[in-house]
């Protein structure tokens, strides 16, 4: 059984920091690419990062290029989204997905075939 949780969400100021941790059991973690997605209330589902199974290859949304950062650290099947300079319009909650499809210049939800809780991060102005 498939388990994608993650960690490290939680209320912060503009201008603020936050790692986010997605750890990913019961799959081979190495043969997925591993994401990003986040959601605000009223508002569509956004692809935030992505990394390729090797982590040599990364995809950011527009809005964060910059300012956040994916890694992935294979041995502990643990992925990483560093997020710096927030803004108010980073709020959202943001979920870990895993997928056999990396595309350098999007991210496809239906690409994604394990998706996890979400944790939510919220960013004060």
């Known amino acids: 059984q498939v388990q994608v949780v993650e960690s490290g969400g939680g209320l912060v100021q503009a201008g603020g920091s936050l790692r986010l941790s997605c750890t990913a059991s019961?799959?081979?973690?190495?043969?997925?690419?591993m994401g990003w997605f986040r959601q605000a209330p009223g508002k569509e589902r956004e692809g935030v990062s992505c990394?390729?199974?090797?982590?040599?290859?990364?995809y950011y949304a527009d809005s964060v290029k910059g300012r956040f950062t994916i890694s992935r650290d294979n041995a502990k099947n643990t992925l990483y989204l560093q997020m710096n300079s927030l803004k108010p319009q980073d709020t959202a909650m943001y979920y870990c997905?895993?997928?056999?499809?990396?595309?350098?210049?999007?991210?496809?939800?239906?690409?994604?075939?394990?998706w996890g809780q979400g944790t939510q991060v919220t960013v004060a102005s």
């Open positions: 997905v895993a997928g056999r499809i990396f595309r350098p210049g999007a991210m496809v939800a239906g690409d994604c075939a394990y």
């Open positions: 019961g799959l081979t973690f190495d043969d997925y690419a």
């Open positions: 990394i390729k199974w090797s982590g040599a290859n990364t």
